[in-house]
């Protein structure tokens, strides 16, 4: 079972960026289909990006152009880098994994392994 632990979050102005990570322990990175999720208090958690084991990647359309995914399986890190950010991307960000391909990579329910989240906090 692989054990997740967010950093890198922080507040910034709009417009500014920040890098989200996301390290992994117990288990290699390279085996599991991962995810960023955000969420903000009385919403649903929602999909913000995702990456296959074999490095394909998908992002949702409120950040696609601004956010950009990444891995690096030698550290056993996910990454989330987040250029032009808005106050709507104000939220707990929170990365997940999951050995098996998901059927929807934006559902919560694919994923069965979840970091403690990492605030981002945007002002205008």
């Known amino acids: 079972q692989v054990q997740l632990v967010e950093s890198g979050g922080g507040s910034v102005q709009a417009g500014g960026s920040l890098r989200v990570s996301c390290a992994a322990s117990g288990a290699a990175t390279s085996s599991y289909y991962m995810a960023w999720f955000r969420q903000t208090p009385g919403k649903e958690r929602e999909g913000v990006a995702a990456?296959?084991?074999?490095?394909?990647?998908i992002h949702a359309d409120s950040v696609r152009g601004r956010f950009t995914i990444s891995r690096d399986n030698t550290k056993n890190t996910l990454y989330l880098q987040m250029n032009s950010l808005k106050s709507e991307d104000t939220a707990m960000y929170y990365c997940a994994a999951d050995l098996r391909a998901p059927r929807n990579f934006f559902s919560r329910y694919d994923y069965t392994n979840w970091g403690q989240g990492t605030q981002v906090t945007v002002s205008s």
């Open positions: 990456i296959s084991r074999g490095g394909s990647t």
